[in-house]
């Protein structure tokens, strides 16, 4: 469906965004495109779709060309971009009338795909309503059916959740899974949240400085780390030599770390934990709090742009002690400080990147810096409880 | 691919994708008809208070008119349409962070239907202000164009209006900010309009301002106006009309252009 061969696309100011990008789409997947700010995946989408032509490289769609053929490639794709696209001074029908029109649709189809559309997405009760009054999560199903208009086989959503609440969000999810299954629609999405790569996507391409830097289904993905993962937290702040003894030990595949906890990834963790504990005091450190887990899909993407997040981003990182655990309990509940802690990066990367500057994208919380826990802990959560407990930090 | 699409046809498509798009911004207008009376009010201010102000300025020696609101009422015709036109880039740039022109831009819609629909539409908005204009104007005593000069008036409107609305648009998509669109429209209307002989006969300029204004396409659009006003249809007032028309495609052409171009 996607065919991406040595794709490079350098801006005009010399800057690099994507570097000999190489990977496949194919027909009927659902492929997730992650990766941090600025890491190319908005000039990747562009370049698909069109928008902008890459520098050097090629990229097929549909089996066109992107350069060569365009306006075939247009036909054969659907697009929800991240701000809206649908004109909140039209009605709900109105734009699916409108979109219809633009993709050359005779009369009688159009009219057909409109109710189907509509019949799809439950929009019938808001078809007359203007599209400024719809909630963000109408708005966004409405994005989705105008992308559908012309039944395109691929459909590229660039942050599709984006500013959506809890609800809306898995409920967009359902949607996006349906029109995988029953209309074998090709989902190309890109986004921030790596619940949602895990929940959709059957296969994940992790971007960042402008590379590919892992490709695999979630749980391969997850596998290459090792089954087990230990969370240490120490009251000693750590040392270089305390990281260079952790990885030099045996059954131990990855260390990472974060400020004074170290994530350690192994086969076999719950007969290797006691052995850690000892490795531990022969270091002279004080293990503070100690949890073993699986591999979540934040271990993964930590794994693979951690280190570039540090670099760039050190002073996030700080000032977000919780950066991890926030991932560690967004995990569990799809929700957390994390996931803002994102949204923020986010619109700062489209404030930047995108020529139009994220104003009419997701509202911001600003105000939210909620305060931070020991990670481990909320990692264990259930679901309600940590919703009373947010009440409880922003009360503090 | 989707058996739906029909397969490409330019021409057939840039008609229909105009027709289409410009229909849409009529809807717009015709559903906020608020702002095409807002176009109108500063307009009006103008015509009343400098009518006023330089009421005097009709008994000079040498003043082309008997009365100074007959003098100025093509003036502020023309005044119309550059705010009218400078105003288009700006709607351009609500398309644009609503997300409304990516998703245009990857719909398989002629690039430049997406031009002329925005021009067209601001032509068609300039000419229905006009028209409230020269009415008003009638009744503040500025008479009404006379025999085919009433045909006439609307034809140069339009070229002025499509040409300046082109020139908007592009620097909208060259700009891409709001900000500095503003700023360059206030700066560029407000110059372009003294200009011309639009409040004080060319006459009355000193010798180098005449010259700036021979390239100045509002003051061939002042003086066509004007000399539809008068009926009387002159070689000067043809000359008028063919510069406005060389304006007019010209703008239009670098608008396309740089629609055509904004994919790197």
Known sequence: MIKIDHLTKEYASGRRAIQDITFQVTSGEIFGFLGPNGAGKTTTIKILTTLLRPTSGSAVVSGYNVVENPLAVRMSFGYVGQQSGVDPALTVRENLLLQGRLYHLAPSTLRERISFLLDLFDLNGAADMWVGALSGGMKRKLDIGAALIHQPRLLFLDEPTLGLDPQSRSDLWAYIRRLNREQGVTLFLTTHYLDEVDQLASRVGILDLGRIQAIGTPDQLKDSLGADCIHLSFKQPLSDAHLAFFRGKEPIKEVIRQEDRLRLYLQNGRATLPKVLQWVDEQGLTAETVVLTRPTFDDVFLKYTGKSLEKENTKEIESSSSWGGGWGKKWGDQQGDGQKEWEKWKKEDAAEGSSAGGKAGAVAEPEDTAPQKEWPQQKDWPKKDWKEGEGEWKQK | ?264
């Open chain 2, 1 to 264: 691919m989707a058996p739906l699409l029909e397969r490409p046809q330019p021409v057939k498509w840039f008609v229909s994708d105009t027709f289409v798009l410009f229909n849409k911004y009529l809807l717009m207008t015709w559903r906020m008809p608020i702002w095409t009376f807002f176009g109108l009010v500063q307009p009006l201010l103008w015509l009343i208070i400098f009518g006023q102000l330089f009421k005097s300025l009709a008994q000079l020696p040498g003043f082309p008119e008997g009365n100074y609101v007959q003098f100025l009422a093509p003036g502020i015709i023309v005044m119309t349409v550059l705010f009218g036109s400078s105003w288009s880039g700006v709607n351009l740039l609500r398309d644009l962070t609503f997300g409304i022109m990516e998703k245009l831009l990857v719909a398989p819609v002629s690039r430049s239907s997406i031009v002329m629909s925005r021009l067209l539409h601001t032509g068609f908005t300039v000419v229905v202000q006009v028209f409230l204009l020269v009415v008003v104007a009638a009744f503040l005593g500025a008479g009404l164009p006379r025999g085919g000069g009433i045909l006439w008036v609307w034809v140069a409107v339009l070229l002025l209006a499509i040409g300046f609305s082109a020139v908007s648009n592009a620097l909208a998509m060259i700009l891409k900010r709001e900000e500095p669109l503003v700023v360059m429209g206030n700066m560029l209307t407000l110059p372009l309009l003294f200009f011309s002989p639009a409040l004080v006969p060319i006459d009355f300029m000193p010798r180098w301002m005449q010259i700036v204004s021979r390239f100045n396409p509002a003051t061939y659009g002042v003086e066509a106006v004007r000399a539809c006003y008068h009926g009387v249809l002159l070689p000067s007032f043809w000359m008028s009309m063919a510069v406005l028309a060389f304006f007019s495609i010209a703008s239009v052409l670098f608008a396309v252009f740089i629609f055509n171009q904004d994919r790197s």
